[in-house]
């Protein structure tokens, strides 16, 4: 029974719902009198209704759904709940919407239903809009208008049986969707504007499509209205960006609801009252793509902008200037008027006050000089803008003499060339003919443009005074005069400076002879110029020297001179850059040379000063070992060592060595690069030996050479002459009983006598020193008549003398050799031993291992005597040579 009434009450609902029951008493008929119109320019439908006049009351929450359906296949293309309270009072209703699909492209059905609540109507029937047939492809919609960043569908509609092949929008190619039999359709995005003709779309082929507009909607701002003749509205606007419509659809405005004359763009004019006070203005742009309006609230009477004043006329030295009003209303104006004079580009602005203002008169202007005068108002009391100007008026002054001449002189050697500067427009008053110099008695006329003037040849004992002076119809300026000095200027020693923003800034000490200021000239250092020049008065010791003619990287000097009563004295002298640049010039003659196992010296050859760009404050040195290029080292050379360096401690090694100075602003002028191959020591050491050697050699070819032809002088000196020896009777003792004389000699010293016994050696004289008998035999003696003598005069004494004969002392000794003798018992240099006052002896020694047998004959021989430290060597010689004979 539950199960039943819950279905039962179900039912009940839904009949209620189908069947329109609202509330209680309340009957949902429905819309009536539905109605559907389309506009296919911008692709809207439009519904009107209305509610069933026969029910007793609307409820105040009643809603209508309304549809658009694709008729073909009934789709839902859109759906939208419309609010009618607002409406209730008329019972009639409208509604309209824009369609995205193109409406000739298909067939489109709208219906609708009335809803309360929960509660719906039934829905109307469906009215409508059929969509276009053709044979031919078609495109829609026609010629449309659409915004720049939107989308916009296009539709291409088939004939019977045809076959869509492409849609194309600008010649690019799209992507299309089928909508329903013949019909498709495709969506461009407009990312930018037309041209001021419009894109095109086509379906199939060119010979089938439409055209499209792209643009903007009104941008305008800033309206703002006032008064030119006291008669009449201007109001005037910002147009804003270019909507890029033309013709039929560019922007129309109306001004107050009145239309503004076509072609209107940023103004409008309409006829008014002007005394009517404060007035509100509004302006309405409107193009296909939407509408604005501008609103401005003004009182005309005090926003009054002159016209401009006209026949404008000028003339005179003091120039007085007139004009004329179009308008009769301005001459009771109280009004403020500007006077531009623009004299060769220099703009000057005079202002005038008063009633009506026609006439004005200029004072102060410049001789000879063309103006060109024009002039503007504007009202003095509420006062709002500057009216327009007039046209230019243009007039000349009259001609007055010249500005004195600013001269100086330039000297090189005994030549002076005196400058001045030409004249401007303001300071020459007229056209300068000529220039009149004067030099001592000589008067010498030039004419422009030059403006200098060489003195040759000048003596340096007198100061010369020269006077310049420029003439024009007018007369002669006043003498410039300058002194030349006497005497060429002293060299004085520069000081470095720094330019910056394209010149220099000076400061100098004050000199005391300095009463009419300083003059400042500056030239290229290494370039022949004609020289510029700044005066600075009396008291400023400063200056900003700024020349179009400086050039960067540019060695300049500046030379300051004190202007004196006489002739200009150089004071101070500067050397600079007005901004330093990396070196241009090259380092030159680079070389590399060892020294040593581990020195190498770097020369090179510094950039002229001709070419240097910058200050070079010093050198590097770059090198590496080219078998490690990565092991770049650098040495520092400061500008007192240029040209040539040692580097010590570098090992044995090939390398590479390249010299870059140094400035301010980096480094440059790269020398080209040297190789040296480092050598070990011990080549070094060989060349030495071998040179000494060499050198040794020839001194001592010099000296053997000196000596061969000296060798008689060397002779003499090293090698004296032996003198022969001589007897004394000294030497002998008195005569004994038998007649005989003893000769008394003393024994030879060890220390002065060598004795030397050779028993091998036969034909020498040998002593028996055993055989007592005394008798001696020499047989290979070259003076045996010497020997004979010898053995019959000498007999041996018991007590070891020997002893001479009377009868046989003279003979023996006048025969004998002046070098040696002979002596049968001993080898003695006689004469040696004279010479040293010495007693001669003789005591062999007997233990000797080399004494000569005693059974054996002993020779004695005598050998050349040399010298020693203590005097003369001697040398015996004994030696065996025969069986002693008895």
Known sequence: MLVFLLWASLFLSSLQEQNGQDAPG??????????????????????????????????????????????????????????????????????????????ECTSHSVRLRSRYQNYTSQWSPLLTITGRASTHPQVFPKSSVVQVDSNFTFCCILGPGQRLEYMKYNNILMNTTHIIDQSYAMVVHMQSPSPPSCINVYCNSPLYGTCVYVGYPPGDRNLVCETRDLESVECHWDTGRATNLTKQRMTRYDLNGRACPNRTVSNCYQTVRVDQG????????????????????????????????????ASGVNASVQWQWERPQYHILLMVCQVQLNHSGHIDVRNFSGIGLRSVVLHGLAPAQTYTVQVCCGLKQHFWKWGDWSEGSTFKTEEDIPEMLDVWMQIEGNQTMILWKPLTVNQSHGQIKDYEVTWGRQETILHPPQNDFLISDRSTDEGHRVTVTAKNSAGSSLPSIIIIPRLPHRSKSSMKIVGSDGGFNLSWSASPNSSCGYVVDWCPTHKKCRVEWVKVPAGITRARIQSASFEEGVRYTLSIFACTPGAPELWERREGYVKECLPKGQIQRLAAEQYGSDTVLISWTAIPPESQTAFIHGYIIYYCDTSHLSSMRIFNVTTDELGAKNLTGIPVSSYRFIVKALTSVGEGGDSSPVFLQMNPQTDQLITVIIISLGSAACLLALVTILCYRNWKCVKENMYPKIPKPVWKEEWLTPLESNGRQILYVDPCQPSEIDIVCNREQSGEAVLDNNAGKGALTNTNSDVPALHVYYNQLLTKTTSGHFTFSPHTMATPFSQLSGTVIQNPSYNLEVQASLDMGQSVGYEPDMNSFSCPNPELHNTMSYVPFETDSRGYKFQCHIEDSSPLQE
């Open 26 to 103: 309340v009957l949902l008929s429905g819309p009536q009198n539905v109605s559907v119109n389309y506009d296919l320019k911008d692709q809207r439908i439009s519904v009107t209704w209305e509610d069933d006049p026969s029910s007793s009351r609307v409820p105040d929450k009643l809603i209508y759904d309304v549809e658009v359906l694709l008729t073909v296949n009934m789709t839902e293309v859109h759906s939208e709940a419309v609010d009618v309270r607002q409406a209730l009072a008329s019972r009639k209703y409208h509604w309209s919407w824009t369609s995205a699909l193109p409406l």
């Open 278 to 313: 404060e007035r509100n203005w509004t302006l309405t742009a409107r193009n296909p793509l939407g509408t604005l309006e501008l609103r401005d609230t003004a009182d005309l009477k005090k926003r009054v902008r002159l016209l401009a004043p006209m026949e404008v006329l």
